[in-house]
């Protein structure tokens, strides 16, 4: 017998007190309430607003939270019953063979548990991980932690001054580059300057190149013009050399002509060459004059062309001068526009290396901070809000690793009740199709969309004792498993109660007017004088439970999970607090964090209107359908939310 099954009789019997009471609690609030409609109606009549309604409230208290689901239907002569695993896999053992008797609980076969298993160690990891994590939420780092996290700060710190030593380095560079920019411009401006006072000398005589080659042109001309000059002054000279040579010739023949007749005391001979003497004597002093004028031309001739070539190489010095300083200006004029090119690109990557410093000093400085703030959110006291996270992600895994073992416990199939095997389908490497343990006779009998149960795993027969078929709604059978413990209450017996356990749930349901339902059958794990087929029985299963958890009734809570609020009276003020909810329970709700035990927490009010008849605020009541019987659930506690205050 488990934790769950050793508490069902005082449950059951608390329940039970709890209904019968409820409904006396019910008729007296009813009564109640059309007492205070009269009054409100007297209040309304005689102009007067009645007084406000009172702050309820509860006290949160340490305890037990169970959750159970309900139904009715009726008894049955146990008959046979087809067993199977809950869910399919490849069979790997058979266990029993026909005609063998079982008892409850024996082995009657496996299925491959690997991928179950895998699911399990999974499940531990992740409560180890979370339990971890709760762990450190609560303590908070370690000194090997708080180590790395002032490690992480110096770094970000080092950072930062690399960023501002590296910023300066680039600003000093800049500046380097942009001055040394500036003074190429200015020397180069400087040169310039220098080559335009250059030009402006030398177009002292030609304002240009183009007069310049003109001079030189006519330079030229005059060139040719006196050395052809000097070319027939040459000429002449020579022609009268010529002649000179030959009137001297004449000349000294003249002598000997007149030697000869002074020999020969020839007068007339004498006479006549004393003539040609005289004659020729005269022309060769003539060509001689001609001849020392010609040399007196020709060196004026030589000086001039000494002159005109003297001219054209000014000139052409002048024009070669004029060209150069042009070709100096514009040679400066490119290197000036590469020059302030080049200052402008130095200015311009001097405001963007400025620029990018300062994003990373600004970004260092920035992931400081954050360092320092991440720091100090770590090295902080957990807040009520991050354990509450961390409490819950450890409940669901803590959940999470039970739902793993449930799955792997369930790759055994275990006999649901005492009984003789009557037939074994399944074989070892054959695939079981799953599905769970059916009633056959129930699951025939039964209407709607269900049909006939398959033939199962296992069908046992020879069974002993009382069955109980209850419907459940199909999201009440979700939370249905094969072995759950109950208890049982026969109307015909109202003041005992069975205990008794699930040994089926129906794969196939049956519809009714819309609603679904699913037939669930039920062991009596005991007899009782006087229980006899066709009796109507309620049936309670503890579906959820939650031993020494804080809790507070359900009213209370505003959303579920980590989301939930509750509203706590503190110095007389309402205030509204953040808590993890738990298990929600029939009438109370565990609280897993966010409160403390002895806290006060508020209640919804209970009001009553003077035209609607009786009202009440944020209460619950509890009803089941299930199974054609209709019964108030909690009573007064659970009908209002809990009463307190």
């Given amino acids: 017998m488990n934790a769950i099954t050793s508490r069902l009789p005082a449950v059951r019997g608390r329940k039970l007190s709890r209904r019968l009471g409820g409904l006396g609690v019910v008729n007296g609030l009813l009564g109640a309430a059309v007492v205070g409609a009269g009054i409100a109606a007297y209040f309304v009549v005689a102009g007067t607003s009645p007084a406000p309604a009172a702050v309820r409230t509860a006290t949160v208290a340490r305890g037990v939270v169970l959750s159970t689901i309900s139904a009715t239907g009726s008894l049955q002569a146990a008959q046979a019953l087809t067993v199977d695993f809950t869910s399919p896999g490849t069979i790997t053992s058979v266990a029993v063979k026909p005609g063998q008797h079982v008892k409850q609980g024996q082995v009657l076969g496996r299925i491959d548990s690997t991928s179950a298993q895998q699911a399990m160690q999974q499940a531990q990891a992740s409560l180890a991980t979370a339990q971890a994590q709760y762990e450190q939420t609560l303590t908070g780092e370690t000194a ?24 300066k380095q680039d600003e000093r560079q800049s500046s380097a580059t942009v001055a040394s920019a500036q003074r190429a411009l200015r020397t180069d401006q400087g040169q310039e300057k220098v080559d335009l006072y250059q030009q402006k000398q030398d177009q002292a005589v030609y ?25 027939a002054d040459q000429s002449q000279q020579l022609a009268t050399q010529n002649k000179q040579s030959v009137d001297k010739a004449s000349l000294s023949q003249a002598q000997t002509d007149l030697q000869q007749a002074q020999s020969a005391h020839d007068a007339a001979g004498e006479a006549s060459a004393q003539s040609e003497i005289d004659d020729f004597t005269s022309d060769v002093n003539s060509d001689q004059s001609q001849l020392n004028a010609l040399a007196v031309t020709l060196q004026n001739d030589g000086f001039a062309i000494t002159q005109d070539n003297t001219k054209v190489t000014n000139d052409q010095s002048a024009m070669t001068a004029l060209e150069n300083d042009a070709k100096a200006i514009t040679a400066d004029e490119a290197k000036i526009a590469a020059d302030r090119q080049s200052l402008d690109s130095a200015r311009m990557s001097a405001t963007m290396g400025a620029a990018k410093d300062a994003q990373s000093i600004s970004s260092s400085r920035l992931a400081l901070k954050t360092t320092v703030a991440s720091v100090a959110t770590k090295q902080a006291p957990p807040t009520a809000a991050a354990l509450a996270s961390a409490r819950a992600s450890l409940v669901n895994a803590q959940i999470g690793l039970e739902t793993a073992r449930k799955t792997l416990a369930e790759t055994t199939l275990r006999a649901p009740i005492a009984g003789t095997v009557a037939d074994v389908t399944g074989t070892v490497g054959t695939q079981s199709s799953g599905g769970g343990n059916s009633n056959p006779s129930a699951s025939s009998s039964s209407s709607g969309t269900g049909s006939s149960a398959s033939s199962g795993f296992v069908t046992l027969t020879g069974l002993k004792g009382m069955q109980l078929v209850a419907s459940f709604a199909e999201t009440d059978t979700a939370k249905l498993r094969v072995g759950q413990a109950a208890t049982v209450t026969v109307d015909a017996l109202p003041s005992v109660e069975l ?54 009734p359900t009213a209370a809570v505003n959303g579920s999970g980590s989301n939930a609020t509750v509203t706590v009276l503190r110095n007389g003020q309402q205030v509204r607090v953040p808590v993890v909810a738990g298990l929600a329970g029939d009438s109370s709700t565990a609280i897993l964090s966010g409160l403390t035990n002895g806290a006060t927490v508020v209640l919804p009010s209970v009001s009553f209107s003077s035209t609607g008849g009786t009202g009440l605020t944020g209460g ?15 009573g007064g506690g659970a009908f209002f939310g809990g009463l307190g205050g």
């Fill in 207 to 231: 304002p240009n190149a183009v007069a310049a080659n003109a001079a030189i042109t006519a330079d030229k001309a005059q060139l040719s013009a006196d050395t052809a000059k000097q070319q």
């Fill in 620 to 634: 619950t009541s509890t009803t089941s359908t299930t199974g054609g019987s209709a019964r108030f659930r909690g």
């Fill in 499 to 552: 205990a008794a356990h699930v040994i089926a749930v129906a794969g196939t349901s049956t519809s009714s007017s819309g609603v679904v339902t699913y037939p669930v059958t039920f062991a009596l794990d005991r007899s009782e004088p006087g229980l006899k087929p066709g009796m109507s029985a309620d049936v309670d299963v503890i579906v959820g439970e939650a031993d020494n958890v804080l809790h507070v």
């Fill in 144 to 167: 090997q932690q708080r180590a790395q996290d002032a490690l992480s700060v110096t770094q970000s710190k080092q950072s930062l001054a690399t960023a501002k030593a590296t910023a």
